[in-house]
């Protein structure tokens, strides 16, 4: 397993950005796809986004698309996740997840490791 470590949380006005990092430490980062989910206060935890072992194949939840991008730089060991015009609805607490293996995947359950999580609050 991995250690992850996520940073780079706050609060943010409606429409501002933040950029999400996620230290991994332990066995090889390149041989774990990683992912991005949150849990809102009473809600199930969402995915978000996810990446390729190599950072080459990505995907995102609707809700996020084409607002937020995910992205990896093994060499630091750190996945990113940048997310620009946000809005009030994407407050929740934000969790870097690991999963073994080459599948993306948009399940909680199928992920290794999980980070302690960040909180972003966007304010309206």
């Known amino acids: 397993q991995v250690q992850l470590v996520e940073s780079g949380g706050g609060l943010v006005q409606t429409g501002g950005s933040l950029r999400l990092s996620c230290a991994v430490s332990g066995r090889t980062t390149s041989t774990y796809t990683m992912g991005w989910f949150r849990q809102a206060p009473g809600k199930e935890r969402e995915f978000v986004a996810a990446i390729s072992r190599s950072g080459g194949s990505t995907y995102y939840a609707d809700s996020v698309k084409d607002r937020f991008t995910i992205s990896r730089d093994n060499t630091k060991k750190t996945v990113y996740l940048q997310m620009n015009t946000l809005k009030p609805g994407d407050t929740a607490v934000y969790y870097c997840?690991?999963?073994?293996?080459?599948?993306?995947?948009?399940?909680?359950?199928?992920?290794?490791?999980w980070g302690q999580g960040t909180q972003v609050t966007v304010s309206s």
């Open positions: 997840a690991a999963r073994f293996g080459a599948v993306l995947s948009t399940t909680p359950n199928s992920y290794d490791s």
